[in-house]
């Protein structure tokens, strides 16, 4: 299994930005889909982005299209988050996850094989 380890998780006034990274090794990063994940205090984790294998296919959650983008660079065994136009309830860890099959067009937890730690973003009004 690939083991990942996400950065980039901060305080941030609402309307801002932030980039999450998440560092992949010991897999061959360029075979899975990769995903993020957030999950807020007392709220089941929920699905945001995923993206194929390539970069060239993307699936985003209603709530965050147009403010966020996932994408990778395989050359360094990465997989990016950027968020902009954060809001209040956009405030949860995230976590990044790996996929060892088949791009699909909707995602859950359960296709999910590894994950990494988290790291939290807070969005302040």
């Known amino acids: 299994q690939v083991q990942l380890v996400e950065s980039g998780g901060g305080l941030v006034q609402a309307g801002g930005s932030l980039r999450l990274s998440c560092a992949a090794s010991?897999?061959?990063?360029?075979?899975?889909?990769m995903g993020w994940f957030r999950q807020a205090p007392g709220k089941e984790r929920e699905f945001v982005a995923a993206?194929?294998?390539?970069?060239?296919?993307?699936y985003y959650i209603d709530s965050v299209k147009g403010r966020f983008t996932i994408s990778r660079v395989n050359a360094k065994n990465t997989v990016y988050l950027q968020m902009n136009s954060l809001k209040r309830e956009d405030t949860a860890v995230y976590y990044c996850?790996?996929?060892?099959?088949?791009?699909?067009?909707?995602?859950?937890?359960?296709?999910?094989?590894?994950w990494g730690q988290g790291t939290q973003v807070t969005v302040s009004s």
């Open positions: 996850a790996a996929a060892g099959r088949p791009w699909r067009t909707s995602w859950s937890r359960r296709d999910f094989d590894s």
């Open positions: 010991g897999g061959t990063f360029s075979s899975y889909a």
């Open positions: 993206i194929n294998w390539s970069g060239g296919r993307t």
